[in-house]
């Protein structure tokens, strides 16, 4: 005779059991933790400004982060940081932050320096090379403080002109031409954008100017400009800034990234990211130009180099 099958209650139970462990992977799925929000700092100048857009390009397109920028001033960028309310800034010029190196990565260990970030920086003080056909000595220090007063305008009297730009900006230029006895005296244009207006003012004139600038940037692509000769840069005058007691050039720096201590734990792919991130000076200064030569936006820019450079950038992602 013919049984109908009984259907254990333990069949039942397992049936239960993985319908409910499905289910749970599912619902799993579904509410994964989000992705933490990357800060990074904006410095005001178009170097830091082109760096931030390809790496938010990247950080948010190639591996998920939702990105937000913070234009923030260079020095207060590293108490930030060590709070974490900032992740991450991606040009940092050494021979400005030496104490805040000290401070925050060495001592305190709340801020993580990540390597270079592979563009070579250089602060000096430049002249249109002009002047120097005119009269070689001004490509030296000496030079300048012979003829200081070629350098002279109604702001300033009796004494030459050097031209600065935003003040909240890394100078020792003071220090040098009261420990040279330079006849000079220091004006604040205010920003970046001042001080080339005051360039090309005097470019299209063929006047006397005497400036604070650095490479890499676009305007040595666009004028001819020679940085004047200073005494060479040591440790040992280095050493000195905090006390007033340089009298020698800006050193030649090795740019660096930095990050909030604890990205590593809290975002480690953004983190591995920005650590392999490296491109050179031409790389840099491209972008630059198309910014302030070409009339791009900053963000175009950027893409502009992501679009052309997949074989550098898809190697800093991580594996």
């Known amino acids: 005779m013919n049984r109908k099958p009984v259907t254990s ?3 039942v139970a397992a049936l239960l059991t993985v319908l409910a462990l ?6 799993g799925a579904a509410t994964e933790k989000p992705k933490p929000t990357i800060k990074l700092a904006e410095n005001p100048w178009t170097g830091s400004s082109v760096n931030v857009a390809v790496a938010k390009i990247l950080l948010a397109e190639k591996l998920g982060y939702p990105v ?4 923030i001033d260079e020095n ?3 108490a930030a940081m060590a709070k974490g309310d900032i992740s991450a800034t991606l040009e940092i010029w050494p021979s400005g932050h ?3 190196h000290k401070t925050y990565i060495e001592e305190q260990k709340v801020v993580e320096d990540i390597g270079p970030l592979g563009v070579i920086g250089k602060i000096g003080w430049y002249i249109p090379t002009y002047l120097v056909d005119q009269n070689p000595d001004l490509a030296t220090w000496e030079g300048l403080k012979a003829n200081a007063e070629m350098f002279k305008t109604a702001e300033t009297g009796d004494k030459g002109q050097f031209l600065e730009g935003d003040p909240s900006w890394v100078y020792y230029d003071q220090d040098v031409i009261t420990n040279l006895e330079m006849n000079f005296q220091i004006v604040q244009a205010g920003s970046e954008q001042a001080i080339l207006a005051a360039v090309d003012a005097a470019y299209s004139r063929q006047e006397p100017i005497l400036f604070y600038f650095w490479t890499p940037h676009s305007v040595h692509a666009k004028y001819k400009l020679t940085e004047v000769k200073l005494p060479e840069y040591t440790d040992e005058c280095g050493a000195k ?3 007033g007691g340089v009298d020698c050039d800006y050193p030649a720096d090795t740019l660096y990234k930095a990050v909030y201590g604890k990205l590593s734990t809290e975002a480690p792919e953004a983190y591995q990211f920005l650590k392999n991130m490296n491109y050179t000076n031409e790389d840099q200064i491209g972008m630059i130009a198309d910014v302030e030569l070409n009339g791009k936006s900053i963000d175009d820019a950027a ?7 997949e074989a550098k950038w898809s190697a800093w992602l991580p594996k």
């Open 9 to 11: 209650v333990w069949t």
């Open 241 to 243: 800034a905090g006390s």
């Open 76 to 78: 207060a960028q590293f």
């Open 98 to 100: 030496a104490e805040d």
């Open 68 to 71: 937000e920028i913070v234009s």
């Open 22 to 27: 499905v289910l749970a992977a599912c619902g």
């Open 303 to 309: 893409r502009a180099w992501v679009d052309a450079n």
